[in-house]
């Protein structure tokens, strides 16, 4: 069975840190592209941060460049996102999903993981 698994999710205080998992089980996700995406209560979902499978090439929405990071390690077959000086509007329920296209910049992805929530309040 293909699946993904977010873990990591937590209640933090503004300015805090985060890192958030995404496992696959079922498929070698280092031929994937992989993709975070975040959806808050009353929001439409939005791609944070992606990773491309072919060149390594990550790519982040204006509202998080500097303080997230993507990275994916083959070995443990799970791409992580570090998450740094959170903030309040970075509330939200975090999803990863996997893509077989060579870049993350595509419009549908194959796999979705069930979400982690990610709380930042004081």
């Known amino acids: 069975q293909l699946q993904l698994v977010e873990s990591g999710g937590g209640l933090v205080q503004p300015g805090g840190s985060l890192r958030l998992s995404c496992a696959a089980s079922?498929?070698?996700?280092?031929?994937?592209?992989i993709g975070w995406f975040r959806q808050a209560p009353g929001k439409e979902r939005e791609g944070v941060s992606c990773?491309?499978?072919?060149?390594?090439?990550?790519h982040y929405v204006d509202s998080v460049k500097g303080r997230f990071t993507i990275s994916r390690d083959n070995a443990k077959n799970t791409v992580y996102m570090h998450l740094n000086t959170l903030k309040p509007e970075d509330t939200a329920v975090y999803y990863c999903?996997?893509?077989?296209?060579?870049?993350?910049?595509?419009?549908?992805?194959?796999?979705w993981g069930q979400g982690t929530q990610v709380t930042v309040s004081s």
């Open positions: 999903a996997a893509s077989i296209a060579p870049t993350c910049l595509v419009r549908d992805y194959d796999y």
């Open positions: 079922g498929f070698t996700l280092g031929y994937y592209s």
């Open positions: 990773i491309s499978s072919s060149d390594g090439v990550t």
